[in-house]
């Protein structure tokens, strides 16, 4: 066996020293990193389209709720006045006042007189027989009838209120009330048994022909007692407005 010499075998030994490819390393840096960049904008891209694409539903999100609006509260109703459940009214001009008796003592407002006449007339006509008791009254005259009787009877207020005004608070002051009674049956005046009578009946069927009125019908919100022989006269544009409250008062607790 041939032994190489020592330093033929050095020589054979030793590696070669290879130097670095300095391009590759660049091209694959950049290779690396773009892959990085290209990962990166693809786990943004969906979060962003979403966005882009909803937008809506994010504004609601953000967007605070609008409040409710507060309740428009009308003015409140005026009050109507009235005392002890009587309306108030003003006393009418002698010089528009009519006689409908022929002793001329029961007078009543030009146009309600005559419609009464006209309205006794043809009662009469039918064999009933309306008596006038009572029309225009004075302040002085339900002074009496209001504080006087009460006196006499021993009633309070509101007692003699149910059955008579106080003055300035009466119809009769106007000249179109009139209490009517059966000349048949006087027993029955001023008296709620009047409704039984013949009179009262024709009254109920026929007044309104010539624009009469019952004023205080049984449960009426005046409060006032049930008067089947007072009637009021609402024919001319003044009469119905002077009894406008009271109509009021009484259609508006009818609803």
């Given at each position: 066996?041939?032994?190489?010499?020592e330093a033929?075998?050095?020589?054979?030994?030793?590696?070669?020293?290879?130097?670095?490819?300095?391009?590759?390393?660049?091209?694959?840096?950049?290779?690396?990193?773009?892959?990085?960049?290209?990962?990166?904008w693809?786990?943004?891209?969906?979060?962003?389209?979403?966005?882009?694409?909803?937008?809506?539903?994010?504004?609601?999100?953000?967007?605070?709720?609008?409040?409710?609006p507060?309740?428009?509260?009308g003015?409140?109703?005026?009050?109507?006045e009235?005392?002890?459940?009587?309306?108030?009214?003003?006393?009418?001009?002698?010089?528009?006042?009519?006689?409908i008796?022929?002793?001329?003592?029961?007078?009543?407002?030009?146009?309600?007189a005559?419609?009464?006449?006209a309205?006794?007339?043809?009662?009469?006509?039918?064999?009933?027989?309306?008596?006038?008791?009572?029309?225009?009254?004075?302040?002085?005259?339900?002074?009496?009838?209001?504080?006087?009787?009460?006196?006499?009877?021993?009633?309070?207020?509101?007692?003699?209120?149910?059955?008579?005004?106080?003055p300035?608070?009466?119809?009769?002051?106007?000249?179109?009330?009139?209490?009517?009674?059966?000349?048949?049956?006087?027993?029955?005046?001023?008296?709620?048994?009047?409704?039984?009578?013949?009179?009262?009946?024709?009254?109920k069927?026929?007044?309104?022909k010539?624009?009469?009125?019952?004023?205080?019908?049984?449960?009426?919100?005046?409060?006032?007692?049930?008067e089947?022989?007072?009637?009021?006269?609402?024919?001319?544009?003044?009469?119905?407005?002077?009894?406008?409250?009271?109509?009021?008062?009484?259609?508006?607790?009818?609803?």
């Amino acid at each position: 066996m041939h032994e190489i010499p020592e330093a033929l075998r050095e020589a054979s030994t030793t590696q070669p020293t290879l130097k670095p490819k300095t391009g590759l390393l660049m091209i694959g840096g950049l290779g690396m990193g773009l892959m990085v960049v290209m990962g990166v904008w693809f786990l943004v891209r969906p979060s962003a389209e979403t966005a882009q694409t909803n937008p809506v539903s994010a504004t609601a999100v953000t967007t605070p709720p609008k409040p409710t609006p507060e309740p428009v509260l009308g003015p409140a109703p005026e009050p109507i006045e009235n005392l002890l459940g009587h309306l108030p009214y003003q006393e009418a001009p002698v010089s528009q006042l009519k006689p409908i008796t022929n002793n001329g003592q029961i007078k009543l407002r030009l146009g309600a007189a005559e419609q009464f006449l006209a309205m006794q007339k043809a009662a009469r006509s039918q064999g009933i027989i309306l008596v006038p008791i009572s029309g225009f009254r004075t302040l002085k005259q339900q002074n009496y009838l209001f504080f006087e009787i009460k006196r006499q009877r021993n009633q309070n207020a509101s007692t003699r209120a149910e059955v008579s005004a106080p003055p300035h608070y009466s119809e009769h002051h106007t000249g179109y009330a009139v209490d009517i009674g059966d000349g048949r049956t006087p027993a029955t005046n001023l008296s709620q048994s009047f409704e039984k009578t013949a009179a009262f009946r024709w009254l109920k069927n026929n007044a309104a022909k010539y624009s009469f009125e019952l004023s205080f019908p049984p449960n009426n919100p005046q409060g006032i007692s049930y008067e089947p022989w007072h009637w009021r006269y609402v024919g001319d544009q003044e009469s119905l407005e002077t009894f406008y409250k009271a109509k009021q008062l009484l259609e508006t607790s009818s609803n």
